[in-house]
């Protein structure tokens, strides 16, 4: 499939994701403010259960926590060092990136990059209340990142791969903008068996990560044929009632030191 071809049949699915993901920004930016800003807990069980400590959510604002999403906790692979530059693919509210900034320390840096207006605007609007220097959040697309080569330490997602329609290209981009032994820290959702093109084509479904979700086989098959190498999936939850035909995972790779 020729790039204009592709576009074309990727731009319906895309878009979706993008309305629906602002429209979620906006949403819980206004359930906040009516709540009066910084009431308690109202995220806490959730995250809790995809692997973030009490500690961790204890010392972030709940302008941080209300925002967050996703089906793990990727700073938790314990990947990251520091001094290191950090990339997270759909950072949202900023929550990993503000977890990954303690890591890092103040020799590190952590860019967050999320294709929508209000999750950047939030997400800095959380970094100047945290007084943090080491953090930047950018607008773009994980299809085409607006990133140097080899640029990056690690790279870190949480819940976004799946939302993408042009994976290749997102692994593809990965591989470019991380430095020579690298490293990928990734928590997503992996199916457990192909979907069909007409599930595929369900914007709803593709927008909660269920049907846009490719196989684990399908996952090291795109990250090798990228050039990626030790490539490890790890189961972290089993699939449920409600999506029973994926389920949650750890993915790590690292771009090879030498050609």
Not at 71 to 82: D, F, H, Q, S, V
Not at 111 to 118: A, F, N, P
Not at 136 to 145: C, D, H
Not at 222 to 239: M, Q, W
Request: proline share 5%; charged share 25%; hydrophobic share 35%.
């Amino acid at each position: 499939m020729d790039s204009l071809s592709l576009m074309t049949e990727t731009e319906p699915i895309k878009s979706a994701v993008k309305r629906a993901y602002s429209s979620l920004a906006t949403d819980r930016v206004s359930a906040l403010e009516k709540n009066c800003c910084e009431t308690s807990g109202s995220n806490t069980g959730k995250l809790l259960h995809y692997g973030y400590s009490k500690e961790e959510l204890g010392e972030l604002p709940e302008s941080v926590t209300v925002m967050a999403d996703g089906c793990g906790n990727p700073t938790a692979l314990g990947m990251i060092k520091e001094g290191e530059t950090v990339l997270d693919l759909g950072s949202g509210g900023g929550i990993d990136v503000f977890l990954a900034s303690k890591r890092v320390g103040r020799t590190g840096r952590v860019i967050g990059l999320d294709m929508t207006v209000e999750m950047v605007d939030r997400a800095k609007d959380n970094a100047r209340r945290m007084g943090l220097s080491n953090v930047e959040f950018k607008l773009g697309e994980i299809e085409q990142m607006p990133m140097s080569d080899g640029s990056v330490d690690v790279i870190m997602s949480n819940c976004v791969i799946c939302l993408s329609p042009d994976k290749e290209n997102v692994f593809a981009e990965m591989f470019r903008v991380l430095k020579p032994g690298g490293r990928l820290a990734i928590a997503d959702e992996v199916a457990m068996k192909p979907f069909t093109e007409k599930e595929k084509r369900d914007p709803k479904q593709w927008c909660s990560c269920i049907t846009g979700a490719i196989t684990e086989k399908e996952y090291s098959s795109h990250l090798e044929h990228a050039g990626f190498t030790n490539i490890y999936v790890k189961r972290l939850r089993p699939s449920t009632e409600s999506s029973p035909n994926v389920f949650s995972a750890f993915v790590s790779a690292v771009r090879p030191a030498r050609p």
